[in-house]
């Protein structure tokens, strides 16, 4: 009696001890095929042809904060080029840069090439901040830059809709999405203000 209860606690033992070996063989498997998590890009990852087809490279931003738009000539929100150029002037030597890119996206309410769309921001609002190549910023040729800016997969921050003209996006000094404002939210409001005062 006394070998027979020796024996079967040493089959009781040596099926705890496999059963302790499986669950780890289980979890090393688990976590060797983990993959690593994929790093989130920044704006200093991209570049894009200006309004003058240049190359500008937003990696040369770096340390600056940036005011990112969609823009149109014919828009009920065009007035509001006044209101970012005036915002530009104020806070440039703090290190603002705006940049606006012109699309014909809602309401086919953007000139037809970037000549013409220079010249109307230039004589009517005296616009001296950069200006993009006019390009797609929805759709299924939406610019890589907006691309960046509405999908959570690219920011890492949120997925946002480009909803009508004048959609404002707000970069931080390391490259990061901080918000985005509906066309409606002015350039000078107390929202885009304190961010620039942070």
């Known amino acids: 009696m006394k070998y027979l209860l020796i024996g079967f606690m040493g089959l009781f033992m ?15 498997t688990i976590h060797q095929t983990n993959k690593t998590p994929q790093k989130m890009k920044t704006i200093y990852d991209y570049t894009f042809k200006d309004i003058n087809d240049d190359d500008f490279n937003f990696a040369d931003l770096k340390g600056k904060k940036v005011l990112i738009l969609n823009t149109a000539s014919k828009c009920g929100y065009t007035p509001q080029y006044d209101a970012l150029e005036k915002v530009y002037q104020e806070y440039k030597d ?11 996206n809602f309401g086919g ?5 970037n000549e013409e769309i220079a010249q109307f921001c230039k004589l009517n609002y005296g616009v001296t901040f950069p200006l993009m190549a006019k390009s797609d910023v929805i759709g299924k040729d939406q610019n890589e830059i907006f691309k960046f800016l509405t999908k959570k997969s690219l920011n890492g921050k949120a997925d946002n809709e480009v909803k009508w003209n004048f959609t404002k996006f707000l ?5 990061t999405l901080e918000a985005s ?11 885009i203000i304190d961010w620039l005062n942070k």
């Open 109 to 113: 309410q953007e000139f037809d090439n």
């Open 181 to 191: 404002y509906p066309s409606k939210t002015i350039p000078d409001s107390k929202e």
């Open 171 to 175: 970069i931080n000094e390391d490259g």
């Open 14 to 28: 040596a099926c705890n001890a496999q059963e302790i070996k499986k669950v780890k063989t289980k979890k090393q």
């Open 94 to 104: 703090q290190g603002l840069v705006v940049i606006g890119f012109p699309s014909d």
